[in-house]
């Protein structure tokens, strides 16, 4: 671990005008995949930044090259203000990464796992480790389970234990690939509060969703990824401002709901079982009464609360 008062990190942190990490034209193929497309991501320090895309968008390969586990075709990558992969060795212990297949031992338990990880954390030495290891199952809610073996874990059980290992010792950023991926309602809690602790005490977290929920409810910044491509990024409030209003409608005729609206020129598509309407040539009481005289039964209506989910839907408009 690096105190704040390290010279390397303040100076970086000028020099890098306040980035955790960017990578500037990277880009990743496989064949003639593209799998990432030269992107410019920039990821302020002390943000929680999402990454955003439909599956198969390129975030965990992105993801993957801001750790050093995969070598970009082209680009480069800067952690902490350092060259990756030349300073690998001076900042990858300041930084925590959940990522899939971390490759824990299927015939050793949780415990005896997180053990391994912990003796190869530069920064924790012989007496404190079964300390610290204890303390990470606990925050991740593995005591219980933690005398089992991994390869009896559910995949929530195994995403805790991956998190229990980026944990382990306090951080500078943290990276979480799809960290509520297999957890139920209250592991996905859990993790938001996770984030938000992690946030409180100044540590750039960096993670990726699929989800605009899990974005929203936890992230300062959005980057969004779109077949490989860096489509948008920025501060999260600035984005959710960005969007028109719009009118969610639940109803049971959807398609004579958009009918009805679209005569009417309002711009209405249908998204998962709602109709979304725009709100440019109409106010709320008026599509509703409109649909009413149209003869569409009105279950609910609520403004949406947010430009995200519009933002996402119209730069990634074939996956919807
Ligand atoms: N090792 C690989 N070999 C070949 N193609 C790959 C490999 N890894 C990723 N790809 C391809 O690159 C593209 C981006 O994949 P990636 O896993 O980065 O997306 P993702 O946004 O993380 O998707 P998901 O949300 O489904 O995890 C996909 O078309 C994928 O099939």
Avoid at 65 to 80: F, H, N, Q, R, Y
Avoid at 234 to 251: D, K
Wanted: proline share 5%; with cysteine.
């Amino acid at each position: 671990m690096t105190s704040a008062v390290d010279p390397a990190r303040s100076s970086s942190a000028i020099a890098d005008g306040g980035l955790a990490a960017r990578t500037t034209g990277l880009r990743k193929t496989y064949g003639r995949t593209v799998a990432v497309a030269g992107v410019d991501l920039a990821v302020p320090r002390g943000g929680v930044v999402g990454v955003l895309g439909p599956n198969g968008s390129g975030k965990t390969t992105t993801i993957r090259m801001l750790l050093g586990l995969t070598a970009p075709s082209s680009g480069t990558v800067e952690l902490l203000g350092h060259q990756l992969p030349e300073h690998a060795g001076r900042v990858l212990p300041r930084v925590g990464a959940l990522v899939e297949g971390p490759g824990f031992h299927p015939f050793l338990s949780g415990r005896e796992n997180l053990l391994r990880c912990a003796v190869m954390e530069p920064a924790l030495r012989g007496p404190e480790i079964r300390d610290v290891v204890e303390q990470a199952l606990e925050r991740v809610g593995l005591s219980a389970a933690a005398g089992r073996r991994y390869r009896g874990y559910s995949l929530g059980m195994k995403q805790r234990l991956g998190l229990a290992a980026a944990l382990l010792v306090p951080r500078d950023l943290v990276v979480l690939d799809e960290p509520t991926n297999g957890l139920d309602p209250a592991g996905t809690r859990e993790i938001r509060r996770i984030i938000a602790e992690l946030h409180a005490s100044g540590t750039t977290v960096l993670v990726s969703s699929h989800l605009l929920s899990e974005i929203e409810a936890t992230c300062t910044h959005v980057a969004v990824l779109h077949r490989g491509s860096l489509v948008a990024q920025g501060e999260l409030a600035g984005m959710l401002e960005a969007g028109a209003p719009h009118l969610l409608v639940s109803t049971s005729d959807t398609d004579g709901a958009v009918r009805a609206l679209r005569d009417k020129s309002l711009k209405a598509r249908e998204e998962s079982g709602w109709i979304r309407v725009e709100l440019t040539g109409a106010e709320s009481d008026e599509v509703i009464a409109m649909l009413v005289h149209s003869g569409v039964p009105v279950r609910e209506a609520r403004r949406s609360r947010t430009g995200l989910e519009d933002l996402f839907a119209r730069l990634t408009e074939e996956e919807l």
